[in-house]
């Protein structure tokens, strides 16, 4: 409650004993209080600024068009300082192989939108002989970013795959993104040609930059991936013939709970969690309880560079 106020009303008292009145406003007189007046509201003031500036990747990070499902991987996916180890910048023309749901294209689009960049997803193969699956998740990604131009911009769509052409025009990506797919190209024996083909997107200098579940050294390298995990020589080779130079890796996406020997790969940890093999039924006795507590898988960040 302000003082003035109080003062207010203990003037406005009236004490019917007497001079306690006169007693009352002598003393408050001597306590030498006074009513501040309060400085006017400045006219149309506008509002205080709340959260990042609109177009910084922190303000695409925290976006409220972000589901919290989404948000909630932000611990293990690390987005904020992953684009930024791969030197993300607004301007820049991103090339995204294989975006799935769009979980950072969520964050990618928007940014780039507003800085004036161009965003591309290089899709699942379209066609007769598509996998129904990636076909369903092709066309619900184009609806959903073609939907909000003041959001997304106007994203780029081409695809990836044995018999794809180029992802985008030769030489005039910025920056290329393998985002935990290697595993899937290997078990569809195009790796190789990922490689080839962001080389082929880049511009001279231009970054790839690679998230991919890890696994350890000392554990036999399945060519197809079953598991999902790769070992992080073996990428480094595959960019190397590409002829990618090796710029640095992070260990920001990194998780040492992941013992990388799960009864359905690395699936059966979240956001997948597998309960039974794949296409199988769902087991509802299978006690997920380590799996919750690992969280998700240990994966290696890679960034490597198209030589100028």
């Known amino acids: 409650m302000a003082e003035g106020q ?18 009352a406003l002598t003393g408050m007189a001597a306590c030498g209080r006074k009513d501040e007046p309060k400085a006017p509201a400045a006219p149309n ?8 500036p609109e177009g910084s990747l922190e303000w695409a ?16 996916r690390h987005p904020m300082e992953t684009l930024r180890f791969y030197g993300l910048q607004p301007k820049m023309a991103v090339v995204e192989f294989w975006p799935g749901g769009g979980w950072y294209t969520e964050i990618l689009a928007p940014y780039l939108a507003r800085g004036g960049g161009a965003y591309v997803a290089a899709l699942f193969p379209e066609g007769p002989t598509a996998d129904p699956a990636q076909a369903v998740l092709n066309a619900a990604f184009r609806t959903r970013f073609s939907s909000d131009k003041k959001l997304y911009g106007e994203p780029q769509f081409s695809v990836f795959g044995a018999a794809s052409g180029p992802v985008t025009a030769p030489g ?5 993104l393998f985002m935990r797919t290697l595993h899937g190209w290997m078990a569809a024996g195009i790796a190789e040609k990922a490689f080839a083909d962001a ?19 000392a554990q036999d390298q399945d060519p197809v991936a079953a598991n999902g995990y790769v070992q992080e020589a073996f990428v480094r080779q595959l960019a190397a013939e590409a002829g990618f130079v090796f710029v640095e890796a992070s260990e920001i996406n990194a998780n040492p709970k992941d ?3 799960h009864p359905f790969g690395v699936d059966t940890l979240a956001p997948t969690r597998l309960t039974a093999p794949r296409g199988q039924p769902a ?23 198209k030589p100028e």
């Open 6 to 23: 109080a003062m207010g009303r203990g003037v406005s008292r009236r004490f019917l004993l007497g001079g306690a009145t006169v007693l």
């Open 45 to 52: 003031a506008p509002p205080a600024p709340s959260g990042p």
């Open 61 to 76: 990070v925290q976006g409220s068009w972000r589901s919290a499902q989404d948000k909630a991987r932000d611990a293990f």
């Open 172 to 176: 005039t990506a910025d920056l290329c």
């Open 199 to 217: 080389f082929a997107a880049l511009r001279p200098g231009g970054v790839l930059g690679v998230e991919q579940h890890r696994l350890a050294p």
């Open 259 to 261: 013992t990388k020997d």
């Open 283 to 305: 087991d509802p006795t299978f006690d997920r309880t380590k799996y919750e507590a690992i969280g998700e898988s240990d994966r290696m960040t890679l960034k490597f560079r």
